[in-house]
């Protein structure tokens, strides 16, 4: 399998990858490898700090909030934390967790912090709620490991006047096979790689004549073509959504007679998908490939030793 990041990508957390010399079994087997097994930190357990507090005005606020501990805990869950796995360990292979029981464990190399206190809208305020971010959680250690500015305005709960929330979260490492909360993409989807025939360009003017630009702000006109082939991957999936417009049940499908075709290019196939921010795409990539590696090379050596 041959791999080539299509021009232009990746764009922001998302990138498209066209791989070749494969069969749809083997980007699938990467597909599923994205999903389950590359690893990335989650929020895995929220304490909360219960009870009544007193301000330096003297006003008594109590830690609640509308959403209960459970459902705060999900979201809490599902905010992307900026991952370095070079950096980090699985809890039960961190040495310093090794002959502590489970509840014990927690270290600096298996485990992030993060901290936050909060408090409603002053007695004063015009403001009757006030929104609680992601952006408010505060990390006990390297800034780096703050919740990125993407993420920031992520909304958690809201709190009304007299009411405060502190709470202390713990992100370790893991799998997506066990939670979606350590899934480290979304919409990881691949198709065969066609490229666009332009067999009769006076009926393709049925297309072009509606003036359709794709969403990168590309016109959908014969320029797309050369020598009557569009190989463009962009181009050609750019094409491919604005057949739509001359396809059956359009009214336009007689006069466009099929002018533009699309073949599949053997072997080719379009991969793309989206990171959730705690880990660059290309890394979500390569560690993918990897586990796939480990996988296979561990499969061969049991085969190996079995008919040694």
């Known amino acids: 399998m041959k791999a080539q990041v299509v021009e232009g990508w990746p764009k922001n957390n998302k990138i498209r990858i066209v791989l070749s010399d494969t069969n749809a079994a083997q980007v699938n087997s990467l597909r599923r490898a994205i999903m389950a097994d590359v690893p990335k930190m989650a929020i895995t357990k ?19 909030n509308v959403l209960p501990d459970e459902v705060l805990a999900h979201r809490l869950a599902m905010v992307p934390v900026p991952t370095f796995l070079d950096e980090f360990k699985f809890p039960e ?23 936050l206190s909060i408090r409603g809208p002053n007695p004063d305020s015009e403001d009757i709620f006030k929104t ?15 919740i990125s500015e993407d993420h920031k305005r992520i909304p958690l709960t809201i709190l ?12 370790t ?29 006076k009926k393709a003017n049925t297309l072009f004549d509606l003036d359709l630009t794709s969403k990168s702000g590309r016109a959908i006109n014969a320029k ?23 396809g059956y ?32 795409p290309q890394e979500i990539f390569n560690r993918a490939c990897a ?10 050596g049991e085969i190996d030793i079995a008919f040694a």
């Open 173 to 201: 490492l893991g799998r997506g096979r066990d939670h979606a909360k350590w899934c480290p993409a979304a919409a990881v989807t691949f198709q065969p790689r066609q490229k666009a025939i332009l067999s009769k360009p």
């Open 132 to 146: 609680v971010y992601a952006g408010d959680l505060n990390v006990l250690g390297e800034t780096k490991l703050q």
């Open 160 to 171: 009304s006047k007299g009411q405060y929330l502190e709470l202390y979260a713990y992100a």
């Open 93 to 115: 292979e961190d040495p310093n967790n090794e002959n502590l029981p489970e509840d014990q464990w927690g270290s600096p190399l298996s485990q992030i912090i993060y901290h």
């Open 249 to 280: 049940g359009t009214g336009r499908d007689a006069d466009f007679d099929n002018a533009i075709t699309l073949e599949d290019v053997e072997g080719e196939y379009v991969f793309s998908f989206e990171s959730d921010g705690a880990l660059p």
């Open 224 to 246: 797309l073509f050369k020598n009557k082939e569009c190989t463009d991957v962009d181009s050609v999936l750019d094409l491919e959504r604005a057949l739509h417009q001359v």
């Open 291 to 300: 586990e796939l590696v480990s996988r296979f090379e561990k499969i061969t």
């Open 46 to 64: 929220v304490r909360f700090e219960q009870g009544v507090t007193q301000d330096n005005q003297g006003e008594v606020i109590e830690s609640v």
